[in-house]
């Protein structure tokens, strides 16, 4: 059915996600895509990035979105937080060009009318090839919820 393709696609994205986003963690530059078929020691999960009309599905979206040349990540995967819990986020770096000055990290947490219910911001000294120290917040949620969080770099 429609709903069952949606939570596959919404699977695969999130699946390609978390692979992408450890392995830049960890330092890596690039992917190839058949991470994104088979997904990256989660089994294996034989679906292309495209539909059969040619169209991007979520992971072939998230897959751009994870590989540029700045990435913010919130770290350990938590799609649920506790009370106590803390957001950790660190920016990997695949540009290899001097960003001495730095950059402003903007992290919002919005609801799902899409009002900001909090935010933060980090200065980064600079954002050279690699992978920042990790980043903790912990924000304030008012009530359970769904909650969005959202990253913005801005280079100075």
Not at 17 to 27: F, I, M, P, T, Y
Not at 129 to 139: D, I, S
Request: proline content about 3%.
């Amino acid at each position: 059915t429609n709903s069952e393709y949606k939570l596959s696609e919404a699977y695969q994205a999130l699946i390609y996600q978390l692979n992408a986003s450890a392995l830049r963690d960890h330092g890596a530059d690039g992917m190839l895509i058949c991470t994104l078929a088979d997904g990256f020691a989660m089994g294996f999960y034989h679906k292309g990035a495209v539909d059969i009309e040619s169209r991007a599905k979520l992971g072939a979206i998230m897959a751009h979105m994870v590989m540029q040349k700045y990435y913010p990540n919130g770290m350990d995967g938590d799609l649920v937080f506790g009370p106590g819990d803390k957001l950790k986020i660190r920016v990997s770096s695949i540009s290899r060009v001097d960003t001495t000055k730095g950059a402003t990290l903007s992290v919002s947490v919005r609801n799902e009318a899409h009002e900001e219910i909090a935010h933060r911001e980090f200065n980064l000294s600079s954002l050279d090839f690699g992978v920042t120290e990790p980043l903790e917040w912990q924000p304030h949620f008012p009530k359970q919820g769904f909650y969005f969080i959202e990253y913005t770099l801005r280079s100075r």
